[in-house]
């Protein structure tokens, strides 16, 4: 019954360098999508996935990359860590239509 | 992107109601959505509400939708400090994308 994994949990780097969030969904599901939490800001999109092999850009897309190579993982890449990207990353997958989304337990972000 | 809003902060004591308010900006959404976050967890759905009606009932949660104020809200019954956590609505475009407040921080005291 895992629904929606993420990992790492928890990851702290240095500003410059450069990592990759993994989710993996077992439900079979068509979209993904990554957010990022920041206090008092709610959850923001970052990039999103409509089905294998597509992503789209969401609200504040700017210094990550996705990809969609198989149906189940959507990864998040940070290609130079900056400061500003400290937060925390939930990772979403939803069915297709109206279907609500169900979440990961999020990966703590600190770039120093 | 759509607006989302909501209070910060809520405090009540245990087993007095909690109602907890959002308003939105699209109104071709055709679903709203609450979701729980507790401390170092992800988002839990706790119900979502179709457009076209005007209440829902679940057990202790009440969701009631004006459609024409774009105001929705979460009422809990006999609130519990089981209940403290983070309240988030969300609306859904109709394009894939879900919209979400900056959430309620809701302190339930004993």
């Known amino acids: 019954n895992a629904g929606v994994t993420q990992t790492p949990k928890f990851r702290v780097l240095k500003t410059g360098q450069s990592m990759t969030l993994l989710c993996a969904q077992d439900?079979?599901?068509?979209?993904m999508y990554w957010y990022r939490q920041d206090p008092g800001m709610g959850l923001r999109l970052i990039h999103y996935s409509v089905g294998e092999g597509t992503t789209a850009k969401g609200e504040v897309p700017d210094g990550y990359n996705v990809s969609r190579l198989k149906k189940q993982n959507f990864l998040l890449g940070l290609e130079s860590a900056a400061p500003s990207q400290t937060s925390v990353y939930f990772c979403?997958?939803?069915?297709?239509?109206?279907?609500?989304?169900?979440f990961g337990d999020g990966t703590r972000l600190s770039i120093l | 992107g759509e607006d989302v809003e909501q209070s910060l902060f809520l405090s009540v004591r245990e087993g007095d109601s909690s109602v907890i308010n959002c308003t939105y900006t699209d109104s071709s959404s055709t679903y709203l959505y609450w979701y729980k976050q507790e401390p170092g967890a992800g988002l839990q759905l706790l119900t979502y509400i179709f457009s076209n009606m005007d209440m829902k009932q679940d057990q202790r949660l009440t969701v009631l939708l004006n459609k024409k104020d774009k105001h929705l809200s979460l009422r809990i019954a006999d609130t519990q400090t089981g209940d403290s956590a983070i309240y988030f609505c969300?609306?859904?475009?109709?394009?894939?994308?879900?919209?979400f407040g900056s959430g309620t921080k809701l302190n339930v005291k004993p």
């Open positions: 979403a997958s939803k069915g297709l239509g109206n279907q609500p989304q169900h």
């Open positions: 969300a609306e859904y475009d109709n394009f894939n994308k879900f919209y």
């Open positions: 439900m079979n599901h068509e979209y």
